[in-house]
C-alpha cells in the first residue's frame, strides 16, 4: 500500500527566507504529484502538478521537483511571506489505483514578519 | 464561475440519523470525489465517479453511499450516522483521471 511521508510536520520561519519543503512516498509507479495548499478551516488549493515524466513545476515563486526513482519530491519556496502560512499537502495519483490520491500528513508552515 | 460548492456548510447529526451532502460543481469535469479528513489520519478518499451515473468505492466506503444522477451533482449520503463519522468532508472534480483535482470549501460534520 502506498504511503505518503511529508517532513518536517510543522516549520517556522522568518519573512523573506526561502526554504524546501519535503514529500516521500513508497511506491514509485505513479501517474502525478501534486502539491496542495490548505488554510486553515478552508479547502484545499491546486499549487503545482507534475506529470510522472516530467523533472520539475514552476510556477512564481514556487517550484517542485519530482525523483521519481527515488519516491521524492520537493516544494520550493522562494522568498517566503507571512501570506504563504498554510498548510502544504503533497499527493500521488497511483497507477493501480486509478483516480485516487493519496495525500501525506501536511507540513504546517508558520512565516512570522 | 463558483467551480465546486458544497451544501450545508455545518451540521450536527444524532446518531442513527441520515443525512445527504450535496457537492455541485459548474466546470463541465467528469470525474468527482469524496473524501473525508480526520487529524492525524489525512484526507482518503470515501468514493468516487467517473461520470454521470456512475460510482465506485473508494479507500474508506463502509457507511457511506452515493450518487450521480447529473454531471454536475455528486451526492454523499449517510444513512445511519455514527460517531465514527464525525469529520471534515471535502468534494473535488478533475477533468480526467490524471488531472488537477478541483476541491469545494468543505461540510464540518459532528455526529453525537
Known amino acids: 500500500k502506498q504511503e505518503v511521508t511529508q517532513i518536517p510536520a510543522a516549520l517556522s520561519v522568518p519573512e523573506g527566507e526561502n526554504l524546501v519543503l519535503n514529500c516521500s512516498f513508497t511506491?514509485?509507479?505513479?501517474?502525478?504529484l501534486q502539491w496542495f495548499r490548505q488554510d486553515p478551516g478552508k479547502g484545499l488549493t491546486s499549487l503545482l502538478l507534475?506529470?510522472?515524466?516530467?523533472r520539475e513545476q514552476t510556477s512564481g515563486r514556487l517550484n517542485a521537483s519530482l525523483d521519481k526513482s527515488s519516491g521524492r519530491s520537493t516544494l520550493y519556496i522562494a522568498a517566503s511571506q507571512p501570506g504563504d502560512s498554510a498548510t502544504y499537502l503533497c499527493?500521488?495519483?497511483?497507477?493501480?489505483?486509478?483516480?485516487?490520491?493519496?495525500f501525506g500528513g501536511g507540513t504546517r508552515l508558520m512565516v512570522k514578519p | 464561475n463558483a467551480g465546486v460548492t458544497q451544501t450545508p456548510k455545518f451540521r450536527v447529526l444524532k446518531t442513527g440519523q441520515s443525512m445527504t451532502l450535496l457537492c455541485a460543481q459548474d466546470?463541465?469535469?467528469?470525474?468527482m470525489y469524496w473524501y473525508r479528513q480526520d487529524p492525524g489520519m489525512g484526507l482518503r478518499l470515501i468514493h468516487y465517479?467517473?461520470?454521470?451515473?456512475?460510482?465506485a468505492k473508494g479507500e474508506v466506503p463502509d457507511g457511506y453511499n452515493v450518487s450521480r444522477l447529473k454531471k454536475q451533482n455528486f451526492l454523499l449520503g449517510l444513512e445511519s450516522a455514527a460517531p465514527s463519522q464525525t469529520s471534515v468532508y471535502f468534494c473535488?472534480?478533475?477533468?480526467?483521471?490524471?488531472?488537477?483535482?478541483?476541491f469545494g470549501p468543505g461540510t464540518r460534520l459532528t455526529v453525537l
Open positions: 473535488a472534480s478533475s477533468q480526467g483521471t490524471t488531472d488537477t483535482q478541483y
Open positions: 511506491d514509485s509507479a505513479i501517474y502525478n
Open positions: 507534475i506529470q510522472s515524466s516530467q
Open positions: 499527493a500521488v495519483n497511483e497507477n493501480n489505483a486509478g483516480n485516487m490520491l493519496t
Open positions: 466546470m463541465n469535469h467528469e470525474y
Open positions: 465517479s467517473v461520470g454521470e451515473g456512475t460510482t
